[in-house]
T-cell receptor
Framework: DQQVKQNSPSLSVQEGRISILNCDYT??????FLWYKKYPAEGPTFLIS?????DKNEDGRFTVFLNKSAKHLSLHIVPSQPGDSAVYFC???????????FGAGTRLTVKP | ETGVTQSPTHLIKTRGQQVTLRCSSQ?????VSWYQQALGQGPQFIFQ???????GRGNFPPRFSGLQFPNYSSELNVNALELDDSALYLC?????????????FGSGTRLTVV
């Protein structure tokens, strides 16, 4: 069962513009959401997270927005840089549970 | 500080065989989780070990088993390999229980079952 969905397999943006990566979830018990970035031949690296008690969390160029009523979250990268080109995974957990559910990922390409 | 190290990086096995994958957790981390990432999908939780005990398991059959050692390194064992077991196996460590404290992932072991 796909409880976390990333419906866009790929996204291409120009350097300096905004990248918006989207994620939808179905399980209303999820209360913590994370974004991971993965370069080829490397493991995923933690990027940013948000608790369900918040609707926005910002860290430098990266901002995650959470819309609980729509069961939707998004990652904004501003400005996008070529080094941001990677696969981005959205993940969710319930009650700080170790069973973190991942989406299938979105491949972001930032063109110079 | 060293990160999470997994070995081997690539492996080819025949259907029906058994395989052991290894993971050295990041220094100071006492929790290890294993994930399976099939092609085109996100990682799926297999199980987690905390202080040498299994602490949660995903929807994987018993032929997937594991161990954690006193130095917090870990092994993933898969018996009676099936073609669908072909995937990237990721190990992740953390210094506390719970996803909220952040996981450090290794680069993975690419297992191919033929």
């Amino acid at each position: 069962d796909q409880q976390v969905k990333q419906n866009s397999p790929s996204l291409s943006v120009q350097e300096g513009r905004i990248s918006i990566l989207n994620c939808d979830y179905t399980n209303s018990m999820f209360d913590y959401f994370l974004w991971y970035k993965k370069y080829p031949a490397e493991g995923p690296t933690f990027l940013i997270s948000i608790s369900s008690i918040k609707d926005k969390n910002e860290d430098g160029r990266f901002t995650v927005f959470l819309n609980k009523s729509a069961k939707h979250l998004s990652l904004h990268i501003v400005p996008s840089q070529p080094g941001d080109s990677a696969v981005y995974f959205c993940a969710a957990s319930a009650n700080n549970n170790n069973d973190m559910r991942f989406g299938a990922g979105t491949r972001l390409t930032v063109k110079p | 500080e060293t990160g999470v190290t997994q070995s081997p990086t690539h492996l080819i096995k025949t259907r029906g065989q058994q395989v052991t994958l290894r993971c050295s957790s990041q220094s100071g981390h006492n929790t290890v989780s294993w994930y399976q990432q099939a092609l085109g999908q996100g990682p799926q939780f297999i199980f987690q070990y905390y202080r040498e005990e299994e602490n949660g398991r995903g929807n994987f059959p018993p032929r997937f088993s594991g161990l954690q050692f006193p130095n917090y390194s870990s092994e993933l064992n898969v018996n009676a390999l099936e073609l669908d077991d072909s995937a990237l196996y990721l190990c992740a460590s953390s210094f506390r229980l719970g996803v909220n404290y952040g996981y450090t992932f290794g680069s993975g072991t690419r297992l191919t079952v033929v």
